[in-house]
Structures are given as structure tokens and as C-alpha cells.
């Protein structure tokens, strides 16, 4: 890569691995990611190098149980941990940066919470925590840490790295345009999804919503997206199918790259040009709709929207159906 031009190529990586039931089958999963980040590497090589290698939502893992209490049992783990070395081993060697699947993770700072989190890896190790902010409701009883009273993290963390200012948000996040909006107005020039979007959504007509939401949101606040998405067959994911179709998208919408829609391992790679983002953001005046946003016109991010869980109470598939029915009854 020259120094005097920030160009490179980014690899979407999705997988199509079976569903951990412990946390010890983990580690079957974080193989195959390395192989996959080697092997994005070395096919990039003869051309533009790759730089970023992004996976999707539960590549490492997925909430094989409903309830809680069993996912915390035996699924959910603390970060940084043993996976996160190794992409850390593997970005070192590679000189890359690597927005990890999401894992379920606990943190003693919050006991009886889960998250669904994914990791920016960089070769000195962990840059940035994500934590799904608007789980996949009823299903999700992952705790959204927006929702947990003295919460003082970023919610929307944006990393300035040697590739560009890089921001993760998490799959369903990516239907609330807001998110997507707060991670550019912290500075994101490449927007990366970590996603298991799921059939009859997913990649394909007469929906396609994967290829509408990440082309919108690229329009929108003018970035690249990178988004990686399950290929995992309902043989392992149940009791959905994954349509995988991972794309990348720059900042006018313009599709660069995308992965045959079906189940199944793949990787696209495409070029990022975070020099011709700049000149664009920079000299542009018409479609420049983070500059043209009329923040106070819309009251309705004002009041009170979705009612919180409530740290004291554990979230299940019930109280998700109770709190939506209760916000249901509120609006209009």
C-alpha cells in the first residue's frame, strides 16, 4: 500500500460451521476462521493486499439455547479470551485488521447479563468492543447495554486506525438507520456489519433487504460498507436458513462486491479507497446528508421509545413480546 494513497482490499468472510453446544466446540470454530483469514490473505496477495478481513455475527457462536441461564452456563465468554489471541496472533502476522464474529460474552462488571459482541483486532491486540445495542427482539434475550442503568461505555465506538476510521454495528442494528447514522457522526469512514441475516429476508428477491439495508445506509452517510453475512445451512443453524450473499458497497451505493446468494463458505474481497471517501466528504456539496441533517426537526427521538429490560430482571422470549406489546400500545 503507498503511503501517499489509503487504498486496499477488504475480505468478507462467511462461514458455514456448525452450531457450537459448549464452550469447548468453540474452538473448532476459531480454527476455521484462521485458516479463512489466511487464506484471504494469500489469495489477495498477487493484487491489492487485503488489510481488513471481517466475519459474521455468530461465526464464533450462536445462541444455541432460549433461555439464559443456559447460554451463560455454557456458551458465553469473557474478552478477551482465547479466540481473540488468536486473530490477534493472526492480524500481527499478517498485518491486518480483523472485526471478529460476534460471541456471546459476559462481563463480571454486569452478572446475569449476556451480550452479543464483536471485536476490531488489530496486531496490538483489541481496539474495539461492540455490543449489539438493539438485539434481534423476541428471540434475542441478549441484554442491549443502552438498556443497563450506569452504563458508560461507548455504545458506538469508532476506531482511527493506520485503514481509516473503522465502526461495527451488529445485524438487526442495521434496520435502525440511527445507529448506523451515530457510528458516522463519530467519524466512520468504513461501516462494518457483522450479520446472520436469515431466509426469507435475506440476499434474494422478491425482499432482498441485505442488499437494500447496506446500499441504503452506504448512501445515507456516505461509507463504505463491509458486510459479512451467515452462510450457514439449516442443517447447522436451525431453525433458520442463511442466505450468506456478503457484499461490499462504497459510498455512492455502488455494489463492488457480493458473494453468490445460497449457504455456504465464502470470500469477496474489493477495494476501499478511504482517500477518494475524504476528497468526496470534503469537497461535495450536493448528497451530503450527514452536513444537511436537520437534527432537531424530529421530535420523536426526544421521548422515551423502546422501554428498557431492567438490569435486575432476567431477559427471556416473554418479556421481549411483553415490552413490545407494552411500546405497541404507546405509539400514535
Not at 45 to 59: D, H, Y
Not at 186 to 201: F, H
Not at 262 to 289: C, F, K, T
Request: hydrophobic share 40%; proline share 9%.
Amino acid at each position: 500500500m503507498s503511503a501517499s494513497r489509503l487504498r486496499y482490499a477488504v475480505a468478507a468472510c462467511q462461514t458455514d460451521l456448525p452450531c457450537p453446544r459448549t464452550r469447548a466446540e468453540m474452538a473448532h470454530n476459531t480454527d476455521r476462521i484462521v485458516e479463512m483469514i489466511d487464506a484471504a490473505v494469500v489469495g489477495s496477495q498477487p493484487f491489492l493486499p487485503v488489510r481488513l478481513v471481517v466475519f459474521p455475527e455468530f461465526a464464533h457462536c450462536a445462541p444455541a439455547y432460549p433461555g439464559l441461564e443456559a447460554l451463560i452456563e455454557h456458551l458465553a465468554v469473557e474478552i478477551p479470551n482465547e479466540h481473540t489471541e488468536r486473530l490477534q496472533q493472526r492480524a500481527r502476522r499478517h498485518d491486518v485488521f480483523i472485526q471478529s464474529g460476534s460471541m456471546l460474552e459476559v462481563d463480571p462488571k454486569w452478572p446475569g447479563v449476556v451480550f452479543n459482541t464483536t471485536c476490531l483486532i488489530g496486531p496490538d491486540g483489541i481496539l474495539s468492543r461492540y455490543r449489539k445495542v438493539n438485539p434481534w427482539i423476541p428471540f434475542e434475550v441478549h441484554a442491549s447495554p443502552h438498556d443497563l442503568p450506569g452504563y458508560d461505555e461507548e455504545l458506538f465506538p469508532v476506531v482511527d486506525t493506520p485503514i481509516g476510521r473503522l465502526g461495527c454495528a451488529i445485524c438487526y442494528d442495521w434496520l435502525f438507520p440511527e445507529a448506523i447514522r451515530q457510528l458516522a457522526a463519530n467519524g466512520a469512514e468504513v461501516l462494518i456489519r457483522v450479520s446472520a441475516y436469515m431466509d426469507p429476508w435475506g440476499a434474494t428477491e422478491p425482499m432482498n433487504w441485505w442488499t437494500l439495508v447496506n446500499r441504503t445506509r452506504a448512501i445515507e452517510n456516505m461509507a463504505y460498507v463491509v458486510a459479512a453475512n451467515q452462510g450457514a445451512s439449516l442443517r447447522h443453524y436451525p431453525p433458520y436458513s442463511w442466505p450468506g450473499g456478503s457484499q461490499v458497497v462504497d459510498f455512492d451505493g455502488r455494489l463492488l462486491a457480493e458473494a453468490s446468494p445460497g449457504p455456504g463458505e465464502r470470500i469477496v474481497v474489493a477495494p476501499v479507497d478511504v482517500d477518494a471517501l475524504r476528497h468526496e466528504r470534503a469537497s461535495r456539496v450536493g448528497h451530503h446528508m450527514l452536513a444537511h441533517l436537520r437534527t432537531t426537526a424530529y421530535p420523536v427521538y426526544q421521548q422515551p421509545g423502546f422501554p428498557p429490560s431492567g438490569h435486575a430482571s432476567p431477559i427471556t422470549y416473554a418479556s421481549n413480546v411483553a415490552r413490545t406489546e407494552q411500546r405497541k400500545g404507546e405509539l400514535w
